[in-house]
């Protein structure tokens, strides 16, 4: 299987920035997606192609991948902002997926 | 917008077989790979495999060959048999839509099954 690592929870302040980080092997060779989820809901994608933003996800929502790791970054994060957010790439057969990130936003 | 809908039974007994079906309406599925993941409660999501089409097929070593797709391309549907289901089965189970190497930009509103005797 595909391993992504992620961390298991981010806090932050209304208005401020919270980054999520993703690592796995050779990351920088392939697209990452991130995705929110919130409690009892299916997941959305808010970035696709390491830093694309689908219509409808807002401008807060950026993406990077620097092949070590990708990031996630949600800029003036919002109390509506508080979800489980996971990453996403695809290995040589399989798919991978983060053991997600809990942000609260507090 | 296309719309993914799951269905099956909600509860399996142990050792016996998992079957999900996909109904994919307001688009064809004659496009893109369709995938099946599913989540444990409380825990991470998990790729099971995906199909083509055309029935070719790529399943997540891991499941070590419990698992079987197909399609039914008349009445735009992806199944999922898994065989010899334990409680750690138990799942939130999904479709969704993706193209090999991109997002899945698509998925269905997930279906929850409880594997118990």
Do not use: H
Not at chain 2, 39 to 67: A, H
């Amino acid at each position: 299987s595909y391993d992504l690592t992620q961390p298991p929870s981010v806090s932050v302040s209304p208005g401020q920035t919270a980054s999520i980080t993703c690592s796995g092997e050779k990351l920088g060779d392939r697209y990452v997606s991130w995705y929110q989820q919130k409690p009892g809901q299916s997941p959305v994608v808010v970035i696709y192609q390491d830093n694309k933003r689908p219509s409808g996800i807002p401008e807060r929502f950026s993406g990077s991948n620097s092949g070590i790791s990708a990031t996630l970054t949600i800029s003036g994060t919002q109390t509506v902002d508080e979800a489980d957010y996971f990453c996403q790439a695809w290995g040589s057969t399989t798919v991978g997926f983060g053991g997600g990130t809990k942000v609260t936003v507090l | 917008q296309v719309y993914l809908q799951e269905s099956g039974p909600g509860v399996v007994t142990p050792s016996e077989t998992l079957s999900l079906t996909c109904t994919v309406s307001r688009g064809s599925i004659s496009t893109y790979y369709w995938s099946w993941i599913r989540q444990p409660p409380g825990k991470g999501l998990e790729w099971i495999g995906y199909i083509y089409f055309n029935g070719y097929t790529n399943y997540n070593p891991s499941l070590k060959g419990r698992v079987i797709m197909s399609v039914d391309t008349t009445e735009n549907q992806i199944s999922l048999n898994l065989n010899f289901v334990t409680a750690a089965d138990t799942a939130v189970y999904f479709c969704a839509r993706a193209e090999v190497g991109d997002a899945f930009d698509v998925w269905g509103q997930g279906t929850s099954v409880t594997v118990t005797s």
